[in-house]
Structures are given as structure tokens and as C-alpha cells.
């Protein structure tokens, strides 16, 4: 279960992450910063960045959600892998596998996937063997793995400075218009509901930018690329349910749908640097067969 800590601030001048990690035994600074990072953090009902110089009178809230297993078993579960070199693996994920192990999916993940095909990998987090980007569990497509820890600082540094270019196909309720755009709202997690995250005021969450483009229209439906700019928790999920127009078959975000029993979103096309030679690649994941039939379905 997850636990919550509230504090009032009683000194100014102290960061944030050394406040939670001196206030909290069970927090190492580096889990702090984490927790921070991820939204799991409000001071004075905002969320701030671990750097935040704490003053007299603050309140800070903390939520600790449920730890994940600290061991990872290798488990034989099939690797569709598309690219491999001594640096990193592209997998073309499987829609209903998680990344790795988490509350609700404490096993059978692509990490312990990819422990099991390559034993002796040791870089990432703990439980997260190689882990650089993340797909949500039911989205499919492409992900990179990194076999080492130099690969990993380099592919790491890339998304953070938004040279990897991520291609998206998703199928959304409704006709939307303009055919081409961008959506720019802040991100933050739900206070109430922890798990999900959700438009916030410009000040209380993270800049988030969306572009997108109407591939086709079908009576209900639009189908379109999108290019997130940014990379925050189900932005792409978030931001279309924003507007109106939901991800098709997105239960957390929007509702279940006849034509598709999972959410209608597929992670396309990567585009970024090999560690070995900084040559630019890209790797395309077609459009897999379950979603395939859910066009045809809207296409009779």
C-alpha cells in the first residue's frame, strides 16, 4: 500500500530532495529526487523540482506508492527483437506486457524478458535491467534496450535532450480538426487518483507538447501520427482526451470500445543515435494485426 507524509517546513533554505530524505529513514536523496521527479511530490499544493529552496510555512505533501519486487527473476517469455548491436536491443513490444514490474505486475515483464536473454546485463535501475524510455503495458511497438552502462548514460541524455524522435499511430474518438496541430498543456499527477496523471494549472505540473496530424478520417474516428515533443507519464493519452478526443479503447482515460479490446495506440517509428558511431537510425514497427482489424472494422 502506499504511504503519505505531510510536513510543515520549520527552517528556510533547505532543497526539497535533502528535506525528504532527512525527514523520511525509509528515502535515500537519489529516491527522493525520484519521487520528485515522477509527481509524487506537492509543496504548497504545486509541484516543485528536487532543487527547490524550501522557506518557513511550507507544506510539503509526499506520497510513497507500493515498492515493485527488489528481485528480478529472468523469465522465457519471446523477444521480438528488430535491431541488435553490443550496445542496445530495439524490441518491438507486445501489446499487454509491461516494461517492468510495478504495483499489479510483479512479474512477467520485458525486463525480466530481457534478463533471461542477456544474464549478465547490469546497467539502469534496480529491476529495470537496461530499461531507458518506457511504453505503457497496453501499447505496443518500438523500445530501446541498453546492454551497458556507457550505452545507457548516452541513450538516457539523448531523450532528456529531446534528440530521439518518437512516431506514434493512434485511433481517436470523433473527427478532429484542425488535420494538423499541436496540443500544449502542463502534465501533473492526479492528486486523488495517483495512478493516473492530468492537466494542470500552468504552474503545478510539467510543460508537455503534442503534434499530431489526421492520417485519415473514418465515421467516428480519426487515425493520426503523433509526435510527442516531450515525454511526460501518458502525455499523448492525456493530452487527446484533453481535447475531446479520446484514444480509442483507453479505459483510464476515456472508455472501452467494441472495435479493439485494448487502447488503440502503437509506438511506430524511433529515430536516434547509435552510442557507437552517433549515426542517426530509424527502426519502423507496422501497424500490428489486432489493430489492423479494428481499422477494418470501422472501414466496412
Known sequence: MEASHNFTVEISGERLDRFIGSSVDTLSRSQAQKLIEEGYVLVNNAPVKASYRLEKGDIVELVIPPAAPSELTPEAIPLKIIYEDDDLLV???????????????????????????????????????????????????????????????????????????KTYITLVNGRLSPMKGFIEAPIGRDRVHRQRMTITEENKGRQARTGYRVMQYFEGYSLLEINPETGRTHQIRVHLAAIGHSVVGDTTYGKASLITPRQFLHAHKLKFKLPSSGQYVEFISPLPDDLKQSIDIISA
Not at 499489479?104 to 537496461?130: D, K
Open 91 to 165: 524490441i518491438d513490444k507486445p501489446p499487454g506486457l509491461a516494461v517492468h514490474p510495478g504495483p499489479g505486475n510483479p512479474s512477467h515483464t520485458l525486463a525480466n524478458a530481457v534478463l533471461n536473454y542477456l544474464p549478465s546485463i547490469a546497467t539502469g535501475e534496480p529491476g529495470r535491467p537496461g530499461i531507458v524510455h518506457r511504453l505503457d503495458k497496453d501499447t505496443s511497438g518500438l523500445i530501446i534496450v541498453a546492454r551497458n552502462p556507457q550505452a545507457h548514460q548516452y541513450l538516457t541524455g539523448q531523450f532528456k535532450q529531446r534528440e530521439v524522435k
